[in-house]
């Protein structure tokens, strides 16, 4: 198993910007993709960037190509979404979780084994 703890949320304002970090413990991180995605309440857990175990793909919902950057250092074993121009509508929980290399690359909620409890970001107006 891998456990995952989020970081870096917080409140922001409208065209500002917030760094998230996913710290893994456990088994080795490098044998797992990451993706990052955002929940609000009522609403399905939605896909917001992925990355593949060895940095080399990465892959973006449309609502935040260009603005969201997802990184990874395996040799820190932590994971990053830099979020930039940032909009009231980023406002979510946000979650990292990680998926084994031999799954089929997803961007399901269900095609990801190991989840965080979460950080909340919420962007201002």
């Known amino acids: 198993q891998v456990q995952l703890v989020e970081s870096g949320g917080g409140l922001v304002q409208a065209g500002g910007s917030l760094r998230l970090s996913c710290a893994a413990s456990?088994?080795?991180?490098?044998?797992?993709?990451m993706g990052w995605f955002r929940q609000t309440p009522g609403k399905e857990r939605e896909f917001v960037a992925r990355?593949?175990?060895?940095?080399?793909?990465?892959y973006y919902a449309d609502s935040v190509k260009g603005r969201f950057t997802i990184s990874r250092d395996n040799a820190k074993n932590t994971g990053y979404l830099q979020m930039n121009s940032l909009e009231p509508e980023d406002t979510a929980v946000y979650f990292c979780?990680?998926?084994?290399?031999?799954?089929?690359?997803?961007?399901?909620?269900?095609?990801?084994?190991?989840w965080g409890q979460g950080t909340q970001v919420t962007v201002s107006s």
């Open positions: 456990g088994r080795t991180f490098s044998t797992y993709n």
């Open positions: 990355i593949t175990w060895n940095g080399g793909s990465t």
């Open positions: 979780a990680a998926q084994p290399v031999w799954r089929p690359v997803t961007r399901s909620p269900a095609g990801y084994d190991y």
